[in-house]
């Protein structure tokens, strides 16, 4: 199997670290050890996979059974996990988004291209079924030239409660852009083929997460309380990003906001468009025609539905570990221009205009977070 001989070592033992361990598992690699500072983590995931467990990441990355390491935290801690396990010529691959701040991100990936270990970033839902029917669409140009992208990751009710580590600016470094948002900006710059980046323009709001009264139906955030925790992110954004050559993208995100849910992603082409659920199994394309009459034509296409894409990302891990080349996907490069337009687009909302990506001012909020951390 595509894992065989390659230990791997996972810190971070919550829902996200179970989830790698098992299809890494599958996969053929050996789950050897796992880190996380709560003792009872530790002990299931001991138990489950028959793993070495240590309190902290700088036991696990030092032991010797370990050849690659997959870093399911909170965004603060992961710039000194990636590093250190780069630092130490492992393998490495970091849920996303990259890191909590730009900076820190920057950091990560300098260290990347010093390491001999490769790094790659968790955009799970490029290996979706719907998104690789698209790429395969794409690359035979039925699409013709892309020209923009609408993507939407919307919850009606779905911010995680106070108290968890999602709603608290020094381990998160932002609300629902950096949580769910960036899920669909890194897939709709994927679309495109990363283009170059050249203005942003965005609002990100804090309108429910402070709310007393905040209705939560499905009981998303469990044992809801606004006055039990400071809430000082975003639970909703709305962006326009513009691209050299003229290519752009509207991008919706909120873990709550009056309207339907929806994971809704657009991509229109000078020769045909598509439309699917992001990380779904099905891909809907839409064409026009002018053989024997005028028409539309609509072409549903269905996935394997076996096909995940948490498991096609953690394969393309292991295969990148086994064949010693690096990355074609979910690079470090890509994820560090996905954080680029996150901190472009927080800026932009602090200052109520456009801002062009390429601006190196340190944002008010990237500054505050860096104050806090000190």
């Given at each position: 199997m595509i894992g065989d001989g390659i230990g791997v070592g996972i810190v971070g033992l919550g829902g996200m670290g179970n989830l790698h361990a098992r299809?890494?598992?599958?996969?053929?690699?050996?789950?050897?050890?796992?880190?996380d500072l709560v003792p009872e983590q530790r002990d299931r995931f001991a138990q489950e996979f028959g793993a070495q467990t240590y309190e902290t990441h700088d036991e696990l990355v030092v032991d010797d059974a370990v050849d690659a390491v997959i870093v399911t935290t909170p965004n603060r801690f992961h710039e000194p996990i990636a590093v250190a396990a780069l630092e130490a010529g492992l393998d490495v691959l970091v849920e996303k988004p990259l890191a909590h701040t730009l900076e820190s991100a920057e950091r990560i990936a300098e260290a990347a291209a010093k390491s001999p270990g490769i790094c790659m970033v968790g955009f799970h839902n490029r290996h979706a079924a719907s998104m690789a029917m698209f790429d395969e669409q794409h690359a035979r140009g039925r699409f013709g030239d892309l020209?923009?992208?609408?993507?939407?990751?919307?919850?009606?009710?779905?911010?995680?409660?106070?108290?968890?580590?999602?709603?608290?600016?020094?381990?998160?470094?932002?609300?629902?852009?950096?949580?769910?948002?960036?899920?669909?900006?890194?897939?709709?710059?994927?679309?495109?083929?990363?283009?170059?980046?050249?203005?942003?323009s965005g609002v990100t709001r804090t309108t429910f997460g402070t709310s007393e009264e905040y209705a939560d139906p499905d009981g998303f955030g469990d044992n809801w309380d606004a006055e039990a925790e400071t809430y000082e992110v975003d639970d909703s954004v709305s962006?326009?990003?513009?691209?050299?050559?003229?290519?752009?993208?509207?991008?919706?995100?909120?873990?709550?906001?009056?309207?339907?849910?929806?994971?809704?992603?657009?991509?229109?082409?000078?020769q045909a468009g598509a439309q699917f659920d992001i990380?779904?199994?099905?891909?809907?394309?839409?064409?026009?025609?002018?053989?024997?009459?005028?028409?539309?034509?609509?072409?549903?296409?269905?996935?394997?539905?076996?096909?995940?894409?948490?498991?096609?990302?953690?394969?393309?891990?292991?295969?990148?570990?086994?064949?010693?080349?690096?990355?074609?996907?979910?690079?470090?490069?890509?994820?560090?221009?996905?954080?680029?337009?996150?901190?472009?687009?927080?800026?932009?909302?602090?200052?109520?205009?456009?801002?062009?990506?390429?601006?190196?001012?340190?944002?008010?909020?990237?500054?505050?977070?860096?104050?806090?951390?000190?």
């Open positions: 299809s890494v598992r599958e996969l053929g690699a050996d789950v050897v050890a796992g880190a020209t923009h992208v609408e993507a939407d990751y919307v919850r009606r009710r779905g911010v995680p409660g106070p108290g968890s580590w999602f709603t608290d600016p020094e381990l998160a470094g932002g609300g629902a852009l950096l949580d769910i948002g960036v899920h669909a900006l890194d897939l709709a710059l994927y679309a495109l083929d990363f283009p170059e980046v050249v203005e942003v962006a326009f990003i513009r691209c050299e050559g003229g290519q752009t993208i509207s991008l919706e995100a909120a873990w709550a906001t009056n309207r339907e849910q929806s994971m809704d992603f657009r991509v229109r082409g000078t990380g779904d199994t099905d891909l809907h394309i839409l064409e026009a025609g002018t053989d024997g009459v005028d028409h539309y034509a609509d072409i549903d296409m269905t996935g394997d539905t076996a096909v995940t894409g948490y498991g096609e990302q953690d394969e393309q891990f292991l295969a990148t570990i086994a064949a010693g080349t690096a990355p074609e996907t979910n690079t470090v490069e890509e994820a560090l221009t996905v954080q680029r337009v996150i901190d472009a687009i927080y800026r932009s909302s602090e200052s109520g205009r456009a801002t062009e990506l390429d601006d190196s001012r340190v944002s008010e909020h990237q500054l505050e977070q860096a104050t806090r951390l000190e």
